[in-house]
C-alpha cells in the first residue's frame, strides 16, 4: 500500500515534469489559433473588397448627400448645414478591409499568374482611391500598407492620388485584357459574377470620371481622352458598378429606412433635391419622384423635402413603415458605385467642355441618353420618360443645351452617390449651374459663409498620425488641389 | 564531511522511529473563565502532528512522542508549550494574549504567522464575510479591504461584480485586472464571459458586455462554505504565483471537518429587495411636443405637452416598473472526522427574483472535501464542487428595458404592457419597446454546469521537510439563450432573432512543492519552499445566431432564415519554477527572498522563459529595540520590492484573415484580414512594486493600526497599441506604455468597549492614483469608450490618470466666458475635448462597527466614496423627451451667462422650451453628462440573536436568528439611480458609466442558523 502511493505520487511528479520539458507543451501549435487563417485563397478576399466598396461608398454618402443637399438631418444644424466630418468609417473600410485585402489579392493573384484578380483588386483600388481623396485631398497610398515598416504613413499628394488611380485603371485593363488566368472570378464576383468584359467597361468608365476631375489640369486633350475610354467604358445599365444586398445582408440605405420604423430618425430628402423634382425649379414634376419618396400627407399634392440645415418644412419620408420604400432604400436597391447614367452625363459634359461649353447633337443625345437610364433603372415608364424627355423644359433642343441642363440632371441621377459632390465642388457650389443651391439655414458658423470644401481626417489618425495630419490639415473651406 | 551530513539527516529522519509513542487527549480551556476554547490546534513540536479541539474543547492525538511537547495555539490567547512527559491526559489553560497573533493562509494555501510577512495582506472572517448577506464573494468584500475597490455591474440576480486590487495596471479598456481567485488552492476562474448577442444589423452597441449584466464567475460559490478569504494585494505577496496573481489575489480558504463529533448545519435565509434611490419624474408637463398634447396617429412619445391639469395622470414608472424582488437561500452542511480523516459536504439553493419582472437567479451547489492520514507521513486530501445555475438576465444597454424606459412618457403607464390580443401595447410603436414587454419576452437565459476540485498528497519526508502535489481542475459549461423577436426594435430589422451560444471553459493545474525550514545557527533559521507548476487553460464558445424567424411566434433555432456561426476560444499553457527561502532571525527579523521563471505558449519561442524575483523584510520592533510595553504592545515595520512578469494574451503573434462579419454575402463567403498585427518579438511585461507598511497594537488591544504605502508600476505591457489605420492595421501588439499606480492603505481597529458589551470597529481607508507615466511611442490618446455619441469620452493621455473622462465644454471667448448665440444659447465646442473629471474615486473608506453583549450582535457598515465621476447614459434620453423634473425648467426668459463674440456681456435672452432640451447643446455639455458620484451609505446593518444554551439543550450546538438590511441609506449627490452600477459589466476595465442596467437595490434578509 504504502509502496504504491508512494509509486503513484512519484508517477505524477514525474508525469509532470516530462510534460513541461516537452517543448510540443508550450510550443508548435499551441498559440495559433485554429479558429482563423493565416492564409485566405483569391476567391474569399475578391468579394470582401467588393462589399466593402460599397459600404465605404454607403459611409460616405450619409454625410458628402448631405452636404450636396440630397438628404439632410432630422435634427437642425445637422451634417445639411456644412458641419465637420471625418468619414472615420469611410476611412477605416478603405484602410483595413479594402486596400490590405486588394494588396493581398494582387500580390496572391501574380505569385499564380491569375491577372483577372488582379486586375479586379485593381479597379476596386483605383475606385476607393478616388473616393478617399474627394473626402480628404491628401491620403496615404504609396506609405499605406507597408508591413509596419512604417507605423506614421505619410500621406501623398492629391496629384500623386490622380497619378496612382490612373496607373492601377491601366494596369487593371491590361490584366483584365490577358486571355488567360489561372484562377478565374465566378460566383465569388458578387458584383459581375466573373463577367471580366464588364470588369474592364468599368474600368474604362471610372478613367473618365477621373480624367474628368483632371481635365482642367491636364488641358483640353483631355476631352478626347475622355470620350475614348467612354466608348470602351459601360455602355448599358446592366452593366452598372454596383452592389446589389439581399435580405441576408441588409444594405446601409435600407437600413436607415428601417431605422425610421423605430424611431431612430436620422435623415430625410432635402428640400434642393425634391424642389428639382416636384416642378418648383424646373416646371415640370420628375416622374422619378413617387418612386424615390413617400408622401406623409396624402391630402399634399406637392412633395416638400427639409429645408438644408433648418430640419423641418417636409412631407416626405424615405418609407412609409409598411410596404412602401424609396427606390434607393428597398431591400434590393443597388448601391450604385459608377452608372451608365452617370457616363452619359460625363459624355455630355466632355463633348460641351471640348467644344469651348457650347453643345453639340452628341453632347444632347448623352444628356438624354443619361436621364432615360436613369429613369429605366428606377423603374419609371417608358410612356412617363416619353412625357418627361419631351417636356419643353427638358426637351430643351440640342442648340439651347448648357453645362446646368447636364450637371441637374446628373446630379437628379447621382442622388445618394458620392460623385455628386465632385459635379458641385467642381462648379463652385454655383447656383447658376444647380437651380436652388443656396447656403444652408445654420450654416457651419467656422465656414465664414463658405462653402464646405473637404472633410477633416479622422480622429485616430489625429491621435496616432499625427504629424502627417498636422502637415496636411487645411480649412474645411480650402478647395482641393483638383479643384483649384 | 559529507558522510557527517548524511549521518545527520538519518538521524533526523528517524528521530521519530526511536521514541516511544502514546495517544494525547485533553481539554483546552480559557484560563480566564474555564470555557472551552472551541477549534485550537494543538500540534507536537517537530512531529508533525496536529489536532484540532472540538466543540467541548477537547483534542485527542495518537501516535505522540512521550517526551514531546504540546504546542498550543488559539487565536486571541497566548501560545503555549507543554511537555506531555509521558502524561495520557493533558489539561491545557491559555491566558488571553495582549496581541492578536494572525496566522493568514498565502500563496499556495501555505499558513505563515503574519508577523513573518513583509507585506500587506488582508484577512476576513466567514462570520465578517456573511454580515451582509452577500450571494456573491465580491459583493461582500464591499467597504472592507483597504486598497480594494469594488464595482457591482447591476441590481439583477446573479449579475456580475467586479473587484480591483491596488489599481488599474493596463493600458488597455478590454483587460480584466481582476485578482487571481484560489480555493483551497484551486485555481478557479472569475471570468465575466460576454459571448456575442448583438444582431447582424440593427444594433448600435458597440459590443455585447453592456447587452446583459452576466455573472462574473465568482458567483457560484456558496458563501457559507467560506471559513475565510485572505486578500494578497502587492506583488510580494503574489510572488510565487507570479503573473497570474498579477493583480493580486483572493486565497479562499474553506470550512474543513475536524476531529470529533459531526457536526450539522442548517442556515436559512429570506429576502426582499426594492428599488432603493431613483429619479424624480417630471409631472408639471403632460405629455406632447411643442406645448400641444398629442394623440394618434400623431407620435405620442414626449413630455413637452401643455401645463398638466389637475386632471391628469402620471405614473411615476421610474419607480413602479420595478417590482419586489425576493429572495431564498438554503445552505446545510456536515463535517466531521476521526483522528485520520475529517470530510465536509454541504449543499445550497439559492433563488432570487430580481425587481425586474423575469429576472432570477437559482444557484444549486454540492460540495465533498475529504482528508484522509494513510500513515504517519502520508496525508491524502480531495475536494468536488459541483454548480449549477441559471441566471435570466433583463437585456441592458442600448435598445433595452433601461434604454426605452428613460424614454417612456409618465403619462402611460407601463406596466399595461398587452393587448387583448396579446401582442405588445405600446404607445411609442415605432420608436422605442415597452420595457415592461421586452423584460417578460426577451432575457437572456444562462445555464451553468460547474465543476472544481483537486486531489492533494502530503508527504513528510522528514520532520523538516515536505512535499506537497496537487492536482486541480476547473471545468465549467454556460448555455445560454437569447430571444429578440421581430416585434422588438432591436429585432426588426433583421425580422427577430436567436442566439444559442455554448461556452466551455476548462483549467488544470499541477503545482509540486517541497517545503521545509533547517537552522542555520541557533538564532538564524531557515524555511525553504520549491515548487514547480504547470497550467493548462482552455476555453471555447460555440453559437449560431438565426435572423429572420419562419413560423410566427415559434422562437427556436431551427425557425430562422439566416444563420450566423459564433466560433471562438482559446489554449494557454504556462509552466513555472518557483523558489522561496525565509531567514528568520531570533523572533524579530525575517527576511524573504523568492524567485520564479515562467515559460509560457503565448510568447515568441525566444522569449518565452522569463524570471522575476522578489525581497520583503519584516522587523518586529516590539521584540527587539522596544519590548512591549503598557503603550505599544506590537510594532512591526516592513517592506518589501517584487517584480513579476506577465505574458500575453493567447494568439497575439502576426496576423489572421477571419470571415468577414455578416457573411457569406448571400451565399458568397470571405474572408478579411484582420486589424489586429502581434509582434514577432513579443517580450514579457513586468509589473515592479515597491511597498513599506507598518503594522502596530496600542493600550492592550484598544488599537491596532495597519498601514502601507506602493507604488506600482506596470512597463513594457503588451498590448494592442492603437496605431494608423493607413497602415493596414488599427492596431498592433507590442511591449509599450507604463502606468504607475501610487496608493496608502489604512487600516484601524478599535475596542472602545471591552468585557460584557463589547463594540469595535474597524476603519479601513484607500486612496489610490492611476498615472499614465508613458504613453507607446507616437501615440496621443487611448481611447476606452467613447458614450452618448461622443458626449462622454473615458480615455487615456500620457500624464494623466487613469479613470479621466472628458466631455465638450462651451465654446469660450479669450476671456474664458462662454459664447452666447444670437438665438440666446451658448453653443458647444466639439472640436475637442476637455478633461473633466475621473471614474475612480479619490478616496475610499469604510467603518464596521460590531456592537454585542450576551447572544445579541449588532453589526453596522458604513461606507464612503469620495470623488469618482459617472456618466448616466440613460438620463440624457429622459431629458431629450423631457420626463425628468429639472426639464421643468421650460418657458421662462433667461438671460444665458456669457458674452458675445467680441467679449461684450450677453443681453439676449433665450426661452428654455423643448429645443433647449432636445438639441445637442446643453444634454450635450459636460456638466449635464459628467456627474459627481461620491457617496455616503449604509451598507448593511445586520442584528443577530444566538440562542442561549440553557434555552437549546444539548442536541443543538447553536441557534442564531438575525435580521440583515443593506444599502439602508444612501446619499449622493448623482441624479440617477444608485451609481454604483456598472455598465460595461464586470471583467473590462470600463468603468464610469452606469443608467442603463437594473439598479442596485436596498434589502432586507431574515437568517436563520442552525448547528446540530
Known amino acids: 500500500m504504502k509502496h504504491t502511493i508512494a509509486h503513484n505520487l512519484l508517477y505524477f511528479i514525474g508525469a509532470a515534469l516530462v510534460w513541461s520539458s516537452c517543448n510540443s507543451f508550450l510550443g508548435e501549435d499551441t498559440n495559433i489559433d485554429p479558429n482563423r487563417t493565416s492564409d485566405a485563397p483569391l476567391n474569399t478576399l475578391a468579394p470582401t473588397i467588393m462589399f466593402y466598396s460599397a459600404e465605404a461608398t454607403q459611409k460616405a454618402s450619409v454625410v458628402v448627400n448631405s452636404y450636396v443637399q440630397h438628404i439632410g438631418s432630422v435634427t437642425a444644424a445637422g451634417l445639411d448645414a456644412q458641419n465637420r466630418s471625418t468619414f472615420a468609417a469611410t476611412w477605416d473600410d478603405i484602410y483595413l478591409n479594402i486596400l490590405p485585402n486588394a494588396n493581398e489579392i494582387i500580390k496572391k493573384a501574380t505569385a499564380t499568374n491569375s491577372p483577372h484578380y488582379a486586375g479586379i483588386a485593381k479597379v476596386v483600388l483605383a475606385y476607393n482611391l478616388g473616393l478617399g481623396t474627394s473626402l480628404w485631398e491628401n491620403i496615404p497610398y504609396s506609405e499605406a500598407d507597408n508591413q509596419l515598416t512604417n507605423l506614421q504613413p505619410a500621406y501623398d499628394p492629391q496629384e500623386s492620388i490622380y497619378n496612382a488611380i490612373l496607373r492601377l485603371l491601366d494596369e487593371a485593363i491590361e490584366a483584365l485584357n490577358s486571355p488567360t488566368t489561372v484562377f478565374k472570378p465566378g460566383a465569388d464576383d458578387i458584383v459581375y459574377k466573373g463577367d471580366i468584359a464588364k470588369w474592364r467597361k468599368a474600368a474604362y468608365s471610372l478613367k473618365a470620371r477621373y480624367l474628368l476631375h483632371l481635365a482642367r489640369k491636364r488641358g483640353t486633350g483631355t476631352y478626347a481622352e475622355i470620350l475614348d475610354a467612354l466608348s470602351k467604358g459601360i455602355s448599358s445599365n446592366s452593366e452598372d458598378f454596383q452592389l446589389i444586398y439581399n435580405d441576408r445582408n441588409l444594405s446601409r440605405w435600407h437600413q436607415v429606412a428601417l431605422a425610421n420604423n423605430t424611431g431612430n430618425f436620422t435623415t430625410n430628402f432635402s428640400a434642393t433635391f425634391i424642389n428639382l423634382m416636384n416642378g418648383t425649379l424646373q416646371g415640370v414634376v420628375d416622374p422619378r419622384l413617387p418612386l424615390h419618396a413617400f408622401k406623409t400627407v396624402a391630402a399634399d399634392s406637392i412633395y416638400y423635402g427639409m429645408r438644408p440645415g433648418a430640419a423641418t418644412g417636409s412631407n416626405v419620408r424615405y418609407n412609409n413603415g409598411t410596404a412602401f420604400f424609396g427606390w434607393q432604400f428597398a431591400l434590393t436597391a443597388p448601391l450604385q458605385m459608377i452608372t451608365y447614367s452617370e457616363c452619359k452625363f460625363i459624355e455630355a459634359e466632355a463633348r460641351m467642355l471640348q467644344n469651348g461649353g457650347s453643345p453639340t447633337p452628341e453632347a444632347y443625345a448623352a444628356y438624354q441618353e443619361g436621364i432615360r437610364a436613369n429613369m429605366l433603372k428606377i423603374g419609371v415608364s417608358t410612356t412617363d420618360i416619353s412625357a418627361f424627355l419631351s417636356h419643353p423644359n427638358i426637351d430643351v433642343g440640342a442648340g439651347n443645351l448648357t453645362l446646368s441642363h447636364v450637371i441637374t440632371e446628373k446630379y437628379k441621377a447621382l442622388f445618394l452617390n458620392p460623385e455628386a459632390w465632385n459635379d458641385l465642388r467642381r462648379y463652385d457650389y454655383r447656383s447658376d449651374i444647380l437651380p436652388g443651391l443656396a447656403l444652408p439655414e445654420n450654416h457651419n458658423p467656422d465656414l465664414g459663409g463658405q462653402w464646405i470644401q473637404r472633410g477633416h481626417y479622422p480622429d485616430s489618425e489625429a491621435a496616432r498620425n499625427a504629424d502627417n495630419v498636422a502637415r496636411n490639415t487645411k480649412d474645411l473651406t480650402a478647395k482641393m488641389w483638383i479643384f483649384e | ?1012
Not at chain 2, 686 to 709: R, W
Open chain 2, 1 to 1012: 564531511m559529507k558522510q557527517r551530513f548524511i549521518l545527520l539527516v538519518l538521524v533526523l529522519m528517524g528521530w521519530n522511529a526511536w521514541a516511544q509513542n502514546l495517544t494525547v487527549t485533553g481539554k483546552v480551556t480559557s484560563a480566564e473563565d474555564g470555557s472551552p476554547l472551541v477549534g485550537a490546534t494543538v500540534v507536537v513540536k517537530g512531529a508533525n502532528l496536529a489536532a484540532f479541539t472540538d466543540a467541548e474543547g477537547n483534542f485527542r492525538i495518537t501516535n505522540a512522542p512521550a517526551d514531546g511537547i504540546l504546542v498550543v495555539n488559539y487565536t486571541g490567547f497566548e501560545r503555549k508549550e507543554v511537555p506531555i512527559n509521558g502524561q495520557s491526559v493533558v489539561e491545557l489553560a491559555l491566558s488571553p494574549s495582549n496581541v492578536l497573533q494572525e496566522v493568514v493562509i498565502t500563496s499556495f494555501g501555505i499558513a505563515r504567522e503574519k508577523k513573518v510577512l513583509g507585506y500587506g495582506s488582508q484577512s476576513l472572517s466567514s462570520e465578517n464575510l456573511l454580515q451582509s448577506n452577500q450571494t456573491n464573494l465580491v459583493n461582500a468584500l464591499q467597504g472592507k479591504v483597504a486598497g480594494v475597490v469594488i464595482n457591482s455591474s447591476a441590481g439583477a440576480p446573479g449579475a456580475g461584480a467586479s473587484i480591483n486590487i491596488r489599481g488599474i495596471n493596463s493600458l488597455s479598456g478590454e483587460n480584466d485586472n481582476q485578482p487571481l481567485i484560489v480555493v483551497d488552492g484551486i485555481i478557479i476562474s472569475n471570468a465575466t464571459d460576454v459571448g456575442n448577442v448583438l444582431p447582424s444589423a440593427g444594433s448600435n452597441a458597440v459590443n455585447s458586455n453592456e447587452q446583459f449584466m452576466n455573472s462574473n464567475r465568482l458567483a457560484d460559490l456558496n458563501m457559507d462554505d467560506i471559513e475565510s478569504v485572505n486578500v494578497l494585494k502587492g506583488a510580494a505577496a503574489t510572488a510565487l504565483y507570479g503573473q497570474r496573481a498579477a493583480n493580486g489575489a483572493l486565497i479562499i480558504t474553506t470550512k474543513k471537518g475536524r476531529e470529533g463529533r459531526t457536526s450539522v448545519n442548517y442556515n436559512f435565509s429570506y429576502g426582499i429587495e426594492d428599488i432603493d434611490k431613483a429619479p424624480r419624474i417630471q409631472r408639471t408637463y403632460y405629455q406632447g411636443f411643442n406645448g400641444l398634447v398629442r394623440t394618434p396617429p400623431a407620435t405620442v412619445f414626449w413630455q413637452y405637452g401643455p401645463p398638466a391639469l389637475e386632471s391628469d395622470v402620471f405614473y411615476d414608472h421610474f419607480r413602479e416598473f420595478y417590482v419586489t424582488g425576493k429572495n431564498m437561500n438554503h445552505s446545510l452542511s456536515f463535517s466531521g472526522g476521526n483522528a485520520n480523516s475529517t470530510f465536509q459536504s454541504s449543499f445550497s439553493y439559492l433563488n432570487s427574483d430580481g425587481i425586474v419582472v423575469n429576472s432570477n437567479f437559482k444557484r444549486a451547489t454540492a460540495r465533498l472535501a475529504a482528508t484522509h492520514r494513510m500513515n504517519k507521513r502520508l496525508t491524502v486530501g480531495a475536494q468536488i464542487n459541483y454548480n449549477n445555475n441559471e441566471q435570466t438576465a433583463p437585456p441592458s444597454g442600448d435598445k433595452s428595458v433601461f434604454s426605452s424606459l428613460w424614454f417612456w412618457s409618465p403619462s402611460f403607464d407601463v406596466n399595461d404592457y398587452l393587448n387583448p390580443d396579446g401582442s405588445q401595447k405600446n404607445p411609442f410603436a415605432g420608436i422605442i419597446d415597452n420595457p415592461r414587454y421586452m423584460a417578460e419576452r426577451s432575457p437572456q437565459v444562462s445555464k451553468l454546469n460547474r465543476i472544481f476540485g483537486d486531489i492533494n498528497l502530503n508527504y513528510d519526508i522528514t520532520p523538516w521537510l515536505k512535499a506537497r502535489y496537487q492536482l486541480t481542475a476547473d471545468y465549467y459549461n454556460d448555455q445560454r439563450n437569447r430571444i429578440v423577436g421581430p416585434d422588438l426594435d432591436l429585432g426588426t430589422q433583421v425580422g427577430g432573432f436567436i442566439v444559442e451560444q455554448s461556452i466551455e471553459f476548462r483549467e488544470l493545474n499541477s503545482n509540486f512543492f517541497l517545503m521545509g525550514h533547517r537552522p542555520i545557527t541557533q538564532d538564524l533559521n531557515l524555511h525553504f519552499t520549491l515548487g514547480n507548476a504547470i497550467t493548462e487553460i482552455k476555453s471555447d464558445l460555440l453559437g449560431v445566431r438565426g435572423e429572420r424567424f419562419i413560423a410566427a411566434g415559434f422562437f427556436n433555432i431551427r425557425n430562422a432564415t439566416n444563420y450566423f456561426p459564433l466560433r471562438g476560444g482559446s489554449l494557454r499553457r504556462l509552466v513555472g519554477v518557483f523558489g522561496e527561502a525565509r531567514f528568520e532571525f531570533k523572533d524579530f527579523l525575517f527576511l524573504t527572498f523568492t524567485g520564479r521563471n515562467d515559460w509560457s505558449s503565448t510568447l515568441p519561442e525566444q522569449n518565452r522563459s522569463y524570471f522575476y524575483p522578489s525581497a520583503s523584510l519584516s522587523y518586529v520592533l516590539t521584540n527587539h529595540l522596544l519590548p512591549e510595553n503598557r503603550v505599544l504592545s506590537y510594532l512591526k515595520l516592513r517592506g518589501s520590492w517584487a517584480t513579476v512578469g506577465k505574458d500575453a494574451p493567447p494568439y497575439r503573434i502576426g496576423n489572421y484573415f477571419s470571415p468577414v462579419p455578416g457573411f457569406p454575402f448571400g451565399t458568397v463567403g470571405g474572408f478579411t484580414r484582420d486589424n489586429n498585427v502581434g509582434n514577432f518579438n513579443l517580450q514579457p511585461e513586468f509589473t515592479q512594486e515597491t511597498e513599506v507598511g507598518v503594522e502596530a497594537n496600542l493600550l492592550n488591544n484598544f488599537m491596532s493600526i495597519e498601514a502601507n504605502y506602493f507604488v506600482r508600476e506596470s512597463r513594457n505591457q503588451i498590448l494592442s497599441v492603437p496605431i494608423s489605420t493607413a497602415t493596414g492595421y488599427s492596431s498592433y501588439t507590442t511591449n509599450a506604455g507604463v502606468i504607475t499606480n501610487r496608493g496608502v492603505e489604512l487600516l484601524l481597529g478599535l475596542n472602545p468597549i471591552r468585557g460584557p458589551f463589547r463594540w469595535s470597529i474597524d476603519f479601513n481607508w484607500t486612496r489610490i492614483r492611476g498615472k499614465v507615466t508613458e504613453m507607446p511611442p507616437d501615440l496621443r490618446t487611448i481611447t476606452y469608450v467613447s458614450a452618448l455619441g461622443g458626449r462622454a469620452v473615458l480615455r487615456i493621455e500620457e500624464g494623466g490618470n487613469v479613470g479621466d473622462l472628458y466631455g465638450y465644454d462651451w465654446r469660450r471667448h479669450e476671456n474664458g466666458q462662454p459664447i452666447i448665440g444670437a438665438n440666446g444659447l451658448p453653443t458647444l465646442e466639439t472640436a475637442q475635448y476637455v478633461k473633466v473629471g475621473n471614474a475612480l474615486p479619490e478616496w475610499l473608506g469604510g467603518m464596521n462597527n460590531t456592537f454585542s453583549y450576551k447572544g445579541f450582535t449588532f453589526n453596522v457598515l458604513l461606507e464612503m466614496r469620495h470623488g469618482g465621476d459617472v456618466v448616466d447614459l440613460g438620463e440624457n434620453n429622459a431629458i431629450r423627451n423631457g420626463t425628468i423634473w429639472f426639464t421643468e425648467e421650460r418657458d421662462m426668459v433667461v438671460r444665458w451667462k456669457g458674452v458675445n463674440a467680441d467679449g461684450t456681456p450677453n443681453e439676449t435672452t433665450t426661452i428654455l422650451n423643448q429645443d433647449t432640451y432636445r438639441a445637442f447643446g446643453i444634454n450635450a455639455h459636460y456638466s449635464y453628462v459628467i456627474q459627481d458620484a461620491s457617496w455616503f451609505r449604509v451598507r448593511n446593518a445586520t442584528l443577530s440573536y444566538r440562542l442561549p444554551k440553557s434555552l437549546i439543550g444539548n442536541r443543538l450546538s447553536h441557534v442564531q436568528i438575525g435580521i440583515t438590511g443593506r444599502n439602508l441609506f444612501l446619499s449622493t449627490p448623482f441624479r440617477g439611480y444608485d451609481p454604483e452600477a456598472l455598465a460595461f459589466g464586470s471583467g473590462t476595465n470600463l468603468i464610469g458609466f452606469t443608467g442603463r442596467n437594473t439598479p442596485i437595490t436596498r434589502s432586507f434578509t431574515l437568517n436563520v442558523s442552525v448547528g446540530f
